[in-house]
């Protein structure tokens, strides 16, 4: 079965320092991997999703960035944090276009930015 | 423009007291249809899927149903177990997720 995983759990930040964000996936292969943030009381909002290794789209212009090194490792960075910047990140995977249709998510981390 | 909204926003019930949540939606080309559970500080759990019109999907006190416009979730006799946020997204034809801000819902023993 697959498994998607996230650390770390919680993270607080001062104003300017970066950031990185690690989730794995376990189980598939060549999924679609998203970046979301909750905010306080708030519906997702869809940060970034990767097609495949070093395929990248952004959907919110912002001072976060989005790798994918491997096949089932997304990693979100920023070189300085916000205050803003502050939330709820969720990842999560999907199946190839065409395949499994279902987005499964992590168990999130919590980050403070101070 | 693709949206998904979710009402009410929030809902206390009665242990046992059944009641519907509503999903509705404007998307180009539905891809599906998803429910998810959140529990506070949590990731959403995945309940449902639904692809087509007239569809159904149960899972032990819900059942999820589909229209051209809205779906709905069932909540019938629920339990105080039952308390979470409740998230409804779409897939569209360009395999882009788009999410309600959910609904909380609150049963009380």
């Known amino acids: 079965s697959q498994t998607i995983h996230q650390w770390p759990a919680t993270l607080v930040q001062p104003v300017g320092s970066p950031l990185s964000l690690e989730c794995t996936v376990e189980?598939?292969?060549?999924?679609?991997l998203y970046w979301y943030r909750q905010a306080a009381g708030r519906g997702l909002q869809l940060l970034f999703y990767?097609?495949?290794?070093?395929?990248i789209s952004s959907e919110v212009p912002q001072n976060l960035s989005a790798s994918r090194p491997q096949d089932r490792q997304f990693i979100l960075s920023s070189k300085k944090l916000l205050l803003s910047d502050s939330g709820f990140y969720l990842c999560?995977?999907?199946?190839?276009?065409?395949?499994?249709?279902?987005?499964?998510f992590g168990p999130g981390t919590r980050l403070l930015v101070l | 423009e693709d949206q998904v909204t979710q009402s009410p926003e929030a809902l206390r019930l009665q242990e046992g007291e059944s009641s519907s949540l509503n999903c509705s939606y404007t998307?180009?080309?539905?891809?599906?249809l998803f429910w998810y559970r959140q529990d506070p500080g949590k990731g959403p759990e995945f309940l449902f899927t639904?692809?087509?019109a007239g569809e159904e999907k149960e899972k032990e006190r819900l059942k999820a149903t589909l229209t051209k416009k809205e779906s709905f979730l069932h909540i019938t006799a629920p339990k105080p177990e039952d308390s979470a946020t409740y998230l409804c997204?779409?897939?569209?034809?360009?395999?882009?997720?788009?999410f309600g801000s959910g609904t909380k819902l609150n049963v009380k023993p």
């Open positions: 999560a995977w999907s199946g190839p276009f065409g395949g499994q249709e279902t987005q499964y």
């Open positions: 189980g598939t292969s060549n999924p679609n």
């Open positions: 990767s097609v495949g290794i070093g395929q």
């Open positions: 998307v180009s080309g539905l891809r599906g």
């Open positions: 639904l692809y087509s």
């Open positions: 997204a779409v897939r569209d034809n360009f395999n882009k997720f788009y």
